[in-house]
T-cell receptor, first 114, second 114 residues
């Protein structure tokens, strides 16, 4: 595997389900990010982890719970979601505090909440 | 606060014509600027980035962008559009002294007509 991978690619869940999204980066980076991409809205940064420590949480509802067990893996745990949470969830990684270093994105998980 | 404005949510050009996608930014410190492209059902891929070196930046797939501080602009151009260029394009800004946080514009969908 190379780059940033995300599983599953597609997920359909009911509002009472609990599921998790997984992201893995194979680039040796030390920072990982979760973004939400909804139709007709700019990408929204949800969480930032650097060296496995959460450094940013952009007022995301508690029904989204991130976990970063090591610098290569990032999870987004989902529970009691709402239909408006349906979106493309993108994971990215970068080298933290390396000025101007770009973020590398995974292919995303398309989430549909019924 | 930083912000990015992409003028025109949809741009349509004929194959072989000039592509011009507009991006204006707002930043209180010298910024880093990025253009990403997103093809259907995929994540974001970096096209090019400006990190305070040359103001004219060349990227992949024949794209380039020019940083104009006086106009706070970073427009993306390509001399001759190809059908494969049809995608969504995102401009993003990052502060030079920050933690790697990217602020994205709302995106521009490029349509290429045969």
């Amino acid at each position: 595997e190379t780059g940033v991978t995300q599983t599953p690619r597609h997920l359909v869940m009911g509002m009472t389900n609990k599921k998790s999204l997984k992201c893995e980066q194979h680039l040796g980076h030390n920072a990982m990010y979760w973004y939400k991409q909804s139709a007709k809205k700019p990408l929204e940064l949800m969480f930032v982890y650097s060296l496995e420590e959460r450094v940013e949480n952009n007022s995301v509802p508690s029904r989204f719970s991130p976990e970063c067990p090591n610098s290569s893996h990032l999870f987004l745990h989902l529970h009691t979601l709402q239909p408006e949470d349906s979106a493309l969830y993108l994971c990215a990684s970068s080298q933290f505090r390396a000025s101007g270093n770009e973020q590398f994105f995974g292919p995303g998980t398309r989430l549909t909440v019924l | 606060a930083q912000s990015v404005t992409q003028l025109g949510s949809h741009v349509s050009v004929s194959e072989g014509a000039l592509v011009l996608l507009r991006c204006n930014y707002s930043s209180s410190v010298p910024p880093y600027l990025f253009w990403y492209v997103q093809y259907p059902n995929q994540g974001l891929q970096l096209l090019l980035k400006y990190t305070s070196a040359a103001t004219l930046v060349k990227g992949i797939n024949g794209f380039e962008a020019e940083f104009k501080k006086s106009e706070t602009s970073f427009h993306l151009t390509k001399p001759s559009a190809h059908m494969s260029d049809a995608a969504e394009y995102f401009c993003a800004v990052m502060n030079s002294g920050n933690t790697g946080k990217l602020i994205f514009g709302q995106g521009t969908t490029l349509q290429v007509k045969p």
